[in-house]
Structures are given as C-alpha cells and as structure tokens.
C-alpha cells in the first residue's frame, strides 16, 4: 500500500520549508481575515516569522522585549479583553521559561491564547542545547485546557495556525527552524484532534508527529521492500490525542512505534503509552532523544547522532515485532 | 470629598473588616494581615471609585479590577460580597470544597473575578495586558491593580513595569500595599533592598503617589488623582498596617498566612465594633 495520495505527494518531490514559515504564512492570512488577531514576541519577531505579520498590521503588534513571563500574562489580559493574542518565541523559553503563567495566566483561567514555540527539537542546530527544547511537549501536555499541536510541515503549521485562532482556549504550537521536506498539500486536511492515517498497513502501526512524520513515511519505504507493511499515522495534535483512530490501528496491527523530536520522556512516546497501557496493551517502541541533552551542530547530522532517522525506526519496527 | 461619603466609606471598611475575620476564622486558614490592611482600599475602589455594576460584572466598559497579591482575596470577596456581587452567606464557603470562593482567585468562578493569582507576579502582566487592549480598541475605562511589597520580589513584576509604561498605559492604576511584611518575616530583614522604593517606580517612569493606605480620605484622593494621569501608569504606594483594626494582628507578620481561633475571632470582631 503506498501512500495515500490525497494526503501527501510522492516523498521524494517534496520542497522544503521550515514549519516556522508555515506558521508565518498563517498568521499572516489570519492578520487579514480576523481582525482580532494580534502578535506578542519577545524580542524575537524575525526568528519566529512574527515580523511578517508586523508589517502588514504593525498596530496589532506588540513588542515585549526580553520577558517571556510577562509576554504570557499580556497575552491573558489582551484575550480577556477580546482579542486572539499569538504569543510568540522559542519553545525553550516559550513554554520553556513561562510554564508557570501559562499555567495560572492563561491555562487556570482558560484564556484564549495561542502559544507559538519556534525552534523546537534538536533541529534547532547550531545553537545548542540551552536552544534545543525537547522537553515542551511534556510539559504543556500536562496542563488542563491546553491543546498541543506539533504541525508535520510548513503546510500544516499553516492550518494549525488558522484552525486554532478558531478554537476557543489555550493552544500550543510546536514549530521548527530546519528546513525540511514538505510533503502534505493544499488540500490534505487538517483538524485539531483528528489524527491521519497517511499510509495504511497491517504489521506495526508508527505513530509520529512533527519533522518525523517524514521520516516514518520514508522507514515505511524501507519496510515494505522487506516484506513489512506498515502503517503511518501522523499524530500532529498530541492533545487531544485522535484515541480512536489510535486504538483502531493497534488493534488490527497489534504492535507500534512512536517517533518524535522529544524527550523520550513525557511526549509523545508518553501520551501513546498512556492511551494504549489503559485501553489496548500492545509492544511499542520509542523513536525520541533518549533522556540526554542534545549539543551543536548541523541539524541532519545531529538528526543521525540522535537517533531520528528513517532507519532508526526502522530498526524500532523490528524490536517491537521481535518482542 | 465630603465628609459624609467620608464616614460612609469607613463604616463599610468595617464592615468588611468584620466579614474578612468571620470568613478567616470559619476558613481555618488564609491571610488576615494583608486582608484587613488593604480593607480600606478595597472599600474605596468597589464603593466608590470603580465603574462597575455587579449586574453586569461582562459590561465591556467596566472599569477591571485586578488583584495580583491574589492570597488577600478574603478582602476582595468581602468587598464584592457587600456590592452585590453574590450573597454574605457564600462568604463561609471560603478555602472549602465544592466552594466558588478559592483559596486564591479563579478567573470567572464569580462573575467580576477578572483574574487568576496568587503566584506572585502574575497580575500586573495581566493588567498591563487588558489595559494595552482597552488602548487599542480606544476604551476609556481604567484598570486599578493591586499588589504588594513581597509580591514585588519577583521579576515579572519589573519586566510588567518596562511593558507598562513603553506602551504609555495611563490607564493602569497600581495600588501597592506597603505593609512591610512577609511570610518569613519583615520585609526590612528578608529583602532589605525593595528600598529605596518611590525612586524605584519613577525610575521606571511610573507616577508615583504615597499616601497612608488607612486614610480613607487620602485612598481617594490619590485614586481621583490618578485617572488624570497623562503618558504613564501611577503607583499609589499605600503604606498600610498589617492586621489593621485588631490591635493584636497589627504589625505582627505572624498574622500573614496564620487565622485566629474562635475566642480570638470574638475578640477582634469586638473590636471592629461587632
């Protein structure tokens, strides 16, 4: 079974773009059609592609400065006065250094609130590991109210952005710095909470999110030329998690892999295991940084040394189905 | 101002005074110190100077009222309580289960809790961003914020400050409470350096008035003052006693987190002329 392709395009034609743009992209839209929309960043407009939206409505842009928890409890007061606030920086400092007034500020009081995190995961690069957050799906998962979006490419952080301004409540979007291929389309569609199933199998169910999707579409490949058929769905809403699509997969497959650009703790991995150990036990194995700090570097090497390739979840595919 | 409003305004303050040690003794736990020291401005905001109506606590127009120190909130619901916000009876339900009176505020638990506090800090941000709002969508009523010497400890209230007065939010009222203690003792011994206080404010462009927080009189004369303010927030610091109006809690940081037992209750309410 190959791809479905009113999903996705054939893996190797897919352009790259960083799901920062594609955040951009769709703040910008919203700028247009939504006029109570408005941006907050923290000194970092550029960097999280905020700046295209402050220059097309430079009067619903508001600069913070260095302060990231001051930027979050803005952010609650402009919603409660009825505005859509995008709070906008790096995942390392945003949920990173402001857990606790997203908590109390925004999650406590359920403000309608969209937190923005760029440069997630060990993609980040250059930079390092004080700039590498690996952590933020953990720790906003665990906060009541908040949805947790991490978006599989350009093209759908561009819809996460649109459909949560949306949805009323606190949203997390987990969006990257790498450049990496985009293979969704216009028209693959996305909604919050409902999980895709991009490549039907019968052998092991791989459950990913973010820039690994990609990544288990293309161990797919690799599988199915030695006779494993497996099954792909991208999980990009970790929060709610799409429970049934889940369950219905292991259930036929009765084996899985999870693949995420996180902590092996707490994310994905986590989420998955809790939902499975609960409803529908089965072997599953984590593709994820295994509990260590990442470091410099480029960000397709650093993807190798940590383990976040195609043939890493390869290799977890054959675990699990040998246990 | 004349002195029958005056009058008024302290005979309510009492009142409310009352309430706050009835709710604290019946609660078992909270703060009665910075409760009953800021009785008075609570009073002077919800009798007096605020626009609001509890009838309509969504009015978009009504002016916010932000209470960041959010462990004082006894006062804030004993306020509320007496303006009709819900009824006196519901003031016992405090810190119990299934209670809407929260330990520290919840945003919305009663219609006319704007915000939820009680980690230092976080409502001046808050403030600072409903006030940017109503600047933005050129609505003229005010936010009045409340905080506290301990509470400005914390660096989020600095960074809030910065943000406040780029944004030439005039329309932010802070109303500090200077009541020199905290939890693990006198402001003076656990963070010394909170001093010098006044130039601190103005060295961060804020319109500083420091008035006695127990001078009715002075609370709203300094409130009045502030709504002319023109290109930056005012800080009213309110030098308050701790405790005020019970001659054995005033002055005493003890009293900060700690509530009296029913013989000691009886007593205080004597002496807030019960």
Known sequence: MKINPTLAKELKKADKEASRDGFGKGLLKLGKTNKNVVALTADLADSTRVEWFKKEFPDRFIECGVSEQNMAGVAAGLAFTGKIPFACSFSAFNPGRNWEQIRVSIAYSNANVKILGSHAGITTGEDGATHQALEDIATTR???NMIVIVP???LEATKATIEAAKTNGPVYIRVSRAKVPMFTTEKTPFKIGKAQIFREGKDITIIA????????LLAAEILEKEGIDAEVINCHTIKPLDKAEIIKSVKKT?????AEEHQVNGGLFGAISELLSSNNPVPIEPVAVMDTFG???????LMKKYGLLADDIVKAVKKVLGR | MENKVVDLLKEKARQIRRDIVTMLAEAGSGHPAGSLGMA?????????VINHNPKKPADPNRDRLILSCGHICPAQYAAMANAGYFQKKELMTLRKINSRLQGHPHRNSIPGIEN??????????????IAKALKMDNNKARVYCITSDGENEEGQAWESYLFAAKNKLDNITYILDR???QIDGPTDDVMPSLEPMKEKYEAFNLNVIEIDGNDMRQILDALEKSKTAKGNPTMIIAHTIPGKGVSFFENDYKWHGKTPDKELAEKALKELGA
């Open chain 2, 116 to 129: 939820s506090s009680g980690p230092l800090g976080q409502g001046l941000s808050v403030a600072a961003g």
């Open chain 1, 152 to 154: 599989a490419d350009s």
């Open chain 2, 179 to 181: 009541n020199h203690i």
């Open chain 1, 295 to 301: 470091e410099s570097g480029p960000a397709d090497e």
């Open chain 1, 142 to 144: 665990c906060i009541p």
């Open chain 1, 254 to 258: 009765k084996a899985a892999v999870t």
């Open chain 2, 40 to 48: 008075d401005v609570f009073t002077a905001l919800y009798f007096n």
């Open chain 1, 209 to 216: 999110c973010g820039i690994m999707t990609y990544q288990a």
